[in-house]
């Protein structure tokens, strides 16, 4: 007698698919890592962007495996970074084109297991996932932000711009990126104070008033930030003037890939510079 397996919850299939999707884009992204650091392993820009990859691929394992240090996901993650002695023990140091080969690997057992989920034959397994999504801690990348109500924007905008990159909507992906690297900016020059940038040539008026590129400048000019902004391109600093529909010329307004991962690598800069203890 043939067993018919038991159907899915559609939002447990949701999830599956879109757990799915960002592993596929997690891989492809770790591809182009490897291909980055292949070309010049010093490269700053390719020493971002492999940081960058391995904190989304450490939110993405520590979400799939509810938390649990004791979970295979979670040991192989954490495996990926060591290597061993002549002796076979472990020791810290791997170099970091092989540590991206290793968690390409991780990602890659992630998709095969999840697969075999998506029949919805096994119960508990299904069961596990939904309970991991649960489990999980927010993210906190942006605790270093002064205004509270900011953070729970920060974190959902940065989401949606990992998600425009895996889905190549790289427009939307630049914007939102920008935008939060404005809000970050504008966030600390607000907490040092007007009297504090009055000696930065800062424009008369509120912050918020001022263009983005000023922001970046006098943020630069009092310390707060070193020149990592220097690498945004022209798209990005006018990401403001771009939107989804035609543009005066009545052409489809276009971001290309390089502008919005440079955006991305910029934003992680200058993160680390606003918390250096990220």
Known sequence: MEITPIPMEESLRAQLETYLTHLDGLIRRGRHV????????????????????????????????GGSKSHWLARSFSQAFLMRSTNGEAVVGAAPSEIVKRLIAVLEQAVTTLSAMEDGSDVSAIAALSASASAAPAPRRFEFVHNADLKPILEQAYTDSRHGLEQQDYELALRTSCGILEAIVTDALENRGQNALAGADAPPGKIGDWPFETRLAVAERIGLIRGGCARLSAAARTYRDHTSTSS??????????RDARVAGQVLHVIMRDLDPGR
């Open 34 to 65: 490897l291909e980055m650091l292949a070309h010049d392993p010093l490269n700053p820009a390719a020493m971002g962007a492999t940081r960058a990859w391995q904190e989304d691929c450490g939110v993405t394992i520590n979400q799939l495996s």
């Open 248 to 257: 005066e010329n009545g052409r489809e307004s276009k971001v290309s890939e």
